[in-house]
């Protein structure tokens, strides 16, 4: 097992994307094994329940199995980067072209396609 946190974008319900280096640890072991466990938790608040003094943490949680691939068509990482972008910096979408010119060949990206729907859990 290889766990590390990723930046991803969700293209649809079953599909998602990430960039990385074109080599590694991360590389090597998708290789070796293309089948991906994702993880993801969000909206943890820690709480302290006076009435039963009690503590305790909210949040909403999922987790998905899928297998991962290198993305070698030219159009579909440009779109995925497009995605990465308008995700994690809108307000530079003017950049995005020139930027793709300069390294999408250099680029890797990696498509993760779910193998069965995510499962989730939540504590509001």
Do not use: W
């Not at 290789?31 to 608040?45: E, G, I, Q, R």
């Not at 979408?93 to 999408?104: C, D, K, Q």
């Amino acid at each position: 097992p290889y766990g590390l946190p990723l930046s991803l974008v969700r293209r649809d319900g079953q599909t998602f994307y990430f960039h990385c280096a074109a080599e590694g640890e991360k590389l090597d072991c998708l290789k070796a094994n293309s089948v991906v466990s994702l993880s993801a938790v969000s909206k943890c608040t820690p709480k302290f329940e006076e009435e039963k003094l009690n503590f305790t943490e909210h949040y909403h949680s999922a987790i998905a199995v899928g297998r991962a691939e290198i993305v070698t068509d030219n159009a579909e990482k440009t779109e995925a980067l497009r995605l990465l972008c308008l995700r994690f910096l809108p307000k530079y979408m003017e950049h995005f072209e020139e930027a793709v010119a300069r390294s999408l060949d250099r680029t890797t990206i990696i498509k993760i396609v779910l193998s069965e729907p995510p499962v989730g859990k939540c504590k509001p």
